[in-house]
């Protein structure tokens, strides 16, 4: 793809600094300059979606009830929950 693009001075000024210090073309300088803007946004778009699954976790963390060793003693109160539903002894 064949790219013409306006640069005002001090964009023009900053890509000639960056030609002669890299020792690269324009392609390639564009190339790179583009590699890395699409790094930085997918970064900040996996950083984004990282912080909103955050905060709904934050939102749900506590609204549960139960008793607080009901991981440990599972079995116990499904017993006794059976034992009520179906009047098991």
């Not at 000639?16 to 790179?32: A, F, G, M, P, Y």
């Amino acid at each position: 793809m064949r790219i013409n693009a306006r640069l005002e001075d001090s964009y023009e000024s900053k890509f000639l600094l960056v030609q002669q210090q890299e020792h690269k073309n324009r392609t390639d300088i564009l190339k790179e300059a583009l590699d890395e803007y699409f790094a930085r946004k997918l970064q900040a778009n996996e950083q984004a979606a990282w912080e909103k699954n955050q905060r709904i976790l934050k939102m749900l963390a506590g609204i549960g009830d139960g008793p607080e060793d009901l991981s440990s003693n599972y079995k116990e109160y499904l017993y006794k929950g059976l034992k009520e539903k179906h009047g098991l002894d």
